[in-house]
């Protein structure tokens, strides 16, 4: 089977997730590809997601390996069971850059997100203006897919079951007058109707906050449906960064664990929205 395209961030973390169970396991490349009949060169490419594999052969592995672990190995045979073009997001590949398609893959497979957000309003919670707003500062740009591919991506916010959503904002995301001041408040609404939803919690951190928090660039935890496949996504002015690291996870766990302290409960949040909000 030849090398597919630029692998999807899933097929991505389903190879490297095979490539640590190798790895734990005492095993090398050779004696894996030995264990299957197959050459060094295709373990390779199923460990960084270039080529796909069979549940049978996950399974396979994950005995060769002496992983019992049965819900991730069900994790990642969902993975693999899946097809380039099944999702809505697969309609913009070759029209966005493919970090778009990531994020919307992500919080699409994500059990439980948690946000951070320091400057602007997360994009799960952005009014049509508001993206607008945020996505038309190159007047050379078409922005119409951006903005489409925005709002598509808040569905995952709706239906029956949709995963508990923990928003943390700073007050410089609400101050800041994107669109102007009638953009900004219509915003500020939505923000505050969002929040009364039972699956979105929003904190405020405020400028009145006296203890120091470093974080600056916008964060989100996503957890898995296994905590070994949650996974952070970092903006950078560059564009955004999946850390999968276990170390990496860990850390980023306390920080969410801890960032509530720094923050106004959620009805003090509102409250300050809604100040703000009035202010415009």
Known sequence: MPPRERPTARQARLGAELRKLRERAGRT???????????????SHIESGRIGVSEQRIRRLADYYGCADTPLLDALSAI?????????????RGVL??????????????????????????????????????NGSNP?????????????????????????FDVVLHEAALRMRFGGRRVVRAQLEHLMKSSELPHITLRVIPFTNERFYE????????????????????????????????????????FFDGVHDFTLSPGESRSLIHHIAREL
């Open 29 to 43: 490349a050779r004696e894996t590809a030995a264990m299957l009949g197959t050459d060094q060169g295709k373990i």
């Open 140 to 164: 050379a740009d078409d922005v119409e897919p951006y903005v489409e591919y925005r709002l598509r991506r808040q569905s995952v916010l709706d239906g029956s079951s949709p995963p508990p």
């Open 97 to 134: 850059p493919p970090r778009f398609l990531d994020l919307a893959e992500l919080e699409f497979h994500s059990s439980r997100m948690r946000i951070l957000h320091t400057v602007n309003v997360p994009g799960l919670l952005q009014t049509e203006e508001y993206i607008r707003a945020v």
């Open 80 to 92: 693999a069971a899946e097809h380039r073009g099944q999702h809505w997001w697969d309609e913009y």
């Open 215 to 254: 974080a600056t660039q916008p964060l989100l935890y996503a957890h898995g449906v296994v905590p070994q496949l949650d996974t952070v996504q970092m903006d950078t002015p560059i564009g955004g960064i999946l850390l999968t690291a276990d170390d990496q996870l860990e850390g980023y766990r306390e």
